[in-house]
Every structure is written in C-alpha cells, then in structure tokens.
C-alpha cells in the first residue's frame, strides 16, 4: 500500500474540507435547545444529536461525491464499502458529553485509513475555529489564519508527567481503575474532561500521556496520526496498535511511554 | 448600602473593561512556553503564572487610576484598603491548572463587592473571546458582536440533573467525596473539569449543579451576581451565603437546590 505525498496532501485538504461542512453542520445546534435522543436502551447515558448526524450525513455525501471508490465508516451511521482499501473513518462529535453541556473539549474527528492503519488524521472544534492535522507530512495546529507545527515535549519520568483522560468513569474492566491511579498518583498532575482535545494538547506538548478505555474505532484513529507526526506515540496498554480502540495510551515522550506500559500491562486486555 | 442603576451599570461596564485589559495580557502567555513557579512549598501542585501576576497589577493600576477611593482583593498581590466599602475581587486566571495544559475551561473572574455582598460579577475567556456578566440589571453572555440574555433551566430532581465539578481531588474534608457521590450518583451526568466556566453553563442552563469545595472568595465571588441574576441560587453547603468559598453549591432550579442540600449538609462545616 503505497499513497505518494501529493494524495496524502490531497486528502488531508479534503479531511479539512469535510471538517469545514460538518463545522457548519453541528455550530447552530452547540448551546442550543437540543433534541437529545438516547441511543441505547440500557442505562448508560449516550445521547446522540441531531447535529451528530446530520453532519455525518453531510460528510459521506461530499465523500462519495468526490471519491465514489473510497470506503466509508462513520460512527453514526456505519459502514459504506468501497472499491479500494481506502477508508474514511468519521466521528462528527467526539465528546459528545462535553456537547451537550456546552463545554469547548470536543471536536470532528475524520481519517483516512489505508486498508492497514491511519495515514492522515484530523480534529477540528468549530466553535473556536481550530483544526489539529497530522500525516506523514507533519502535525500542525491551525486556527484563522495562524498555522503553527506542533511536537510532542520531552517528559522522561512518569514523577513530572500531566496525564489526562476524559473521565474516571471510563475504566470499568478489572484493574483498569486501579492501572490509572498508579500511574495518576505518582504524575505530577492529573486531569479529567478531555475527549479528543486532550490528545490534541498531547500532540502540542502540552501534557505528556493520555490513558483510557472503552474507545470506539473512530475515537482514536483520527489522532493516530497527528501525535505520529508531531513525535509521539499511541498504542494499546499492551503495547500493539490502538487502531481499533479499546484501552488506548498516548505519549509525548517514547520513554514514558515504556515506564506507563510497565504499569498498565497488566490491566491490558489485548496481551 | 444603595447603589444606583446607573452606578451598577458603569461599574459592569468597567468590569468589562478591566477584564479585556487582562485577556490581552494574559494570552500571549497561553500555550506558549510557560514559567510556572510554585506558590507553595508543600507537595501541592500549585502553579501561578507570569501571565496571573501581570494580568492582576494591570487590573489593580486601572481601579486605582478610575475609582481611588475603593478597595482591592486580588489572588495574587492580596488586599489595597480603600476608602469606601466598594471592593473589587480580582482572581487574573481561574482555573490555572487547565490553563498551563492548554485546555478551554478557565477565564478572568471579577467582581465587584458593595461591603455586604458582590453585586456586579464577571468571567472572560479570552481566547474564545467570550464573557459572561451578572448583576441585578441581568445576566449577558457575550461574543463578538453577540450578546444574549441567559437563564438558569428548571430541574426539579436530582435525577434528571447534569452535576459537574473541576475535580474530585477538591473534596479532601470528612465526608465531603461521599456526599458529592451521593448526589452525582443518583443524577444523569456527572461531569469533571469546569472551574469558573462551569457555573457559567449553569446560569445558561446547559447544566443544573455545580458542588465544589476548598473554593476561595475570588473563585465564586464573581460567578454569584452571574447565576443570581440568571435565576439560579449559590450558597455553602448548609445553604448559607457563599461569599467566603469554601464548600459551594449553585443549582439553576430552587427545588433542586433544596433537594440537594438536604445531601450535602450532613457534610456542611460551617452548620
């Protein structure tokens, strides 16, 4: 699978291009009345919006429109197959949580998959007009007019990392919990309230690891790519790849990296 | 104490002013690379910003130059006697710690303090441009040219409340984790990571509760006006004035209020 450097600008072009349409999709509806349905019939709370689907609606349009033999998998409305290994994998809201309560950490998430793994990934929160991109071709941080490239910092020791995850509530496996609160209480600082903006500020240098569960395809593959490119690394807490979700760690630093998977290995569901 | 309309609306219109005065100083600090010292000696992780320090001795020349004869309480460079019971409560950067990691959720808090109470309170966050100001001629939440009316939603049950706090590492006193459990528990969402703009979306009525602890006057001072004005009420945990920090709750429906403080006084320590 070989994609040469003018597709991969190609795409990630037309990744801002659909983050634009479905920016414009989602905006009216953040902070207004919003009709929140509930997608599972359980008691966990996951409201879906309107928002959340017309803008992914949106977006496999324009896709099929533009490139009629890419696949498509979206999180709203599942799997479109293609002709080619090509995939555009969507989430219009990632946090949708954050969403609804009209928080700011929550954002588009698109990337195009190879067949293999992520090549290009994109976030891109319509309210501040910032989008975070990453392919091979570099990792940088718009928004307006500024365009700045974005690396991962230095952080050699878990004992001076900032470590965030979206919320406590997500390590419901056995030892997850517990896994994260070895490596949280020895950080120098520890966060909740993040979805994908907090791997975004790990891209920029900002906090050094992300530690979570229970993510969906599509909550991480679009930022594979843009911590890739700006030094970091993202793997599963055994080790493997993250591409299809599940417990996910991301780090700034390559050898805080080891350190966090010695801890986490054995919570690890995939080893 | 009686202060005219036309007092309390020059005064808001200051606040404003004031409040730009610090967003221009303190943002070319964010995100950039920061020098974080440590205010305290201990192991708590306290860091307080160039960007704090200077944004707060802008505010405190500026009231002194306009209105010499009123008092300052700043976070940062403490208590100006004045010669009226007029106080302006300055906190430069609520929500320093989401501020060093780059994330959204912190703001310029001000307030102004008639000798009993705040009567003019406001929050601006200056990179999404936005603030947010209360006193008894209203509460605004303002962007750009925009500028709209705000209200607190009805919540009658704590069952269907969205709960939210900046951490639960805040709630460090007997009983205190257990009694915010209680109430996040039984209610439809619980969220972390808001500081000061969390009582913002509860005057907004994107939320319903915001129950903190170990806040300090400055902290909630400027949020009171905000959300009495909006409809919603804040007291400590035994439902007395929340002036002094402390243990805070601020619920945008009374009954809710009500039905929640019946929860959290067993862990009231000022009942």
């Not at 989602?26 to 709370?45: D, M, Q, S, W, Y």
């Not at 690891?209 to 599963?236: N, R, W």
Request: glycine share 10%; proline share 4%; aromatic share 8%.
């Amino acid at each position: 699978m070989i994609t040469s450097d003018s597709a991969i600008a190609e795409y990630a072009g037309f990744a801002r291009h659909l983050s634009q349409i479905a920016g414009r999709i989602i905006l009216p509806h953040f902070r207004a009345v919003l009709a929140v349905e509930n997608k599972e019939t359980g008691a966990r709370f996951d409201p879906v919006t309107i928002a959340d689907r017309e803008a992914e609606r949106a977006m496999r349009e324009e896709i099929t429109r533009v490139y009629p033999s890419h696949a498509i998998f979206g999180e709203e409305h599942g799997v479109t197959a293609g002709r080619e290994s090509l995939t555009w994998i969507l989430d219009p809201i990632d946090g949708t949580r954050a969403f609804i309560i009209g928080q700011l950490h929550w954002g588009v998430l698109i990337a195009l998959n190879n067949g293999e793994r992520p090549i290009v990934g994109l976030m891109h929160q319509p309210y501040t007009g910032e989008t975070v991109l990453g392919s091979r071709m570099g990792a940088q941080w718009s928004r307006d007019a500024e365009c700045n490239a974005i690396k991962t910092r230095s952080c050699a020791r878990i004992e001076d990392a900032i470590v965030c995850a979206t919320d406590p509530a997500m390590f419901k496996r056995n030892g997850e919990r517990e896994a994260f609160d070895a490596i949280a209480r020895r950080s120098k600082m520890r966060r909740f309230g993040g979805d994908c903006y907090s791997y975004c500020l790990l891209a920029a240098g900002l906090i050094d690891l992300v530690i979570e569960a229970a993510l969906k395809p599509y909550d991480i593959q679009p930022l594979i790519p843009i911590i890739e490119a700006a030094g970091g690394v993202v793997t599963s807490w055994s080790g493997k790849p993250a591409y299809a979700g599940g417990q996910c760690i991301a780090a700034g630093d390559r050898d805080l990296h080891r350190l966090a998977l010695e801890v986490l290995s054995g919570a690890a569901n995939d080893s």
